[in-house]
């Protein structure tokens, strides 16, 4: 698509959503480990549940209708394919919109995988003939923890958009950057609450996004632990789906994936394209490109 177009074709998408025009998702829920979970399903013009779902994960805190999730929606049913946008629940019942930050955060970023597995096996009661899934930031990282971990047969391919990366002592750095705060003692007593089967003990402390906040010291650990797997390419190793990563060429939040990405992309099942210029959230546009990516390697229609 000629940057022209690609100008006209996101204006006349971002009035239809302004207006009103773009047929709304549909709201769906379901019930989890005593939880409520929410999802927006959106289906193509002409085409039923039974023709395939994109199952998609947003990022840290976020939700399935942000901004990047909702446009990739839309995009997808341009393109003809049904897609599941889900909440994850982080530890909330009926979670919609973004974390509250002055919520306890009793939730840990492995969670996402089982609740993962439980919308797959919805999409299967209701009728989904074959699946795909999609991650952005954070989420393609669970993304690929569930290839790894609990895939369904059913799943066929995968796309993770700008997923999060990881390295030893990354924790540690951002923590002093965003908050002034050393993050070794935090974590270390965290780790000594677990160890000693209190994990569910609330300390008072910032916590990802969210400053003067509370946490489980099982979410601390989770969180803030030194965890290889919390690097996407990583997972990847241990992963047997067909997989694109998508990289934002101006990404200055995850600024390390292509590189780190060299390991990976001689793996049969791992393809990866880069979005040049395109920031972490794929703004002005660049989603266009990242969308056709996605569908071309899906390729059900």
Same mark, same amino acid.
């Given at each position: 698509? #000629? ?122 009661? &209701? ?37 999060? #990366? ?5 924790? &540690? ?18 780790e000594a609450l677990v160890e000693e089967g209190r994990g569910d003990e609330i300390m008072e402390m910032d916590f990802i996004y ?32 067909? #997989? ?58």
């Amino acid at each position: 698509m #000629t940057k022209t177009l690609k100008q006209l074709g996101g204006l006349l998408l971002l009035a239809a959503f302004a207006g009103g025009a773009a047929q709304a998702a549909d709201r769906v829920e379901l019930e989890h480990d005593d939880l409520t979970l929410v999802g927006h399903m959106e289906t193509a013009p002409g085409s039923t549940i039974e023709d395939g779902v994109v199952l998609m994960v947003h990022g840290t805190l976020a939700h399935g209708q942000m901004e990047i999730m909702q446009s990739m929606q839309g995009l997808l049913a341009e393109a003809g394919y049904n897609s599941l946008s889900i909440n994850l629940s982080l530890g909330q019942d009926a979670r919609e919109g973004m974390y509250d930050c002055d919520s306890t955060h009793r939730h840990k970023h492995e969670d996402a995988v089982d609740e993962m597995v439980a919308w797959v096996d919805w999409l299967k009661e &209701e009728g989904a003939e074959r699946l795909a899934v999609l991650g952005h930031s954070r989420g393609g990282n669970q993304v690929a923890r569930y290839l790894a971990d609990q895939v369904d047969p059913m799943v066929e391919k995968a796309v993770l958009l700008a997923p999060q #990366t990881w390295s030893e002592g990354y924790s &540690e750095k951002d923590y002093q950057s965003n908050y002034d705060t050393e993050l070794a003692p935090l974590l270390e007593k965290a780790e000594a609450l677990v160890e000693e089967g209190r994990g569910d003990e609330i300390m008072e402390m910032d916590f990802i996004y969210c400053p003067d906040t509370k946490a489980a010291a099982e979410s601390v650990v989770s969180y803030y632990r030194e965890d290889p797997r919390m690097d996407t390419p990583t997972v990847l190793g241990e992963t047997s789906i067909e #997989t694109l990563v998508v990289v934002a060429g101006a990404d200055e939040t995850v600024t390390d994936l292509e590189e780190k990405m060299a390991d990976r992309v001689d793996d049969e099942h791992i393809e990866m394209t880069v979005v040049p210029d395109a920031d972490h959230m794929f703004r002005d546009l660049y989603l266009y490109d990242a969308a056709d990516a996605a569908t071309d390697f899906i390729g059900w229609k």
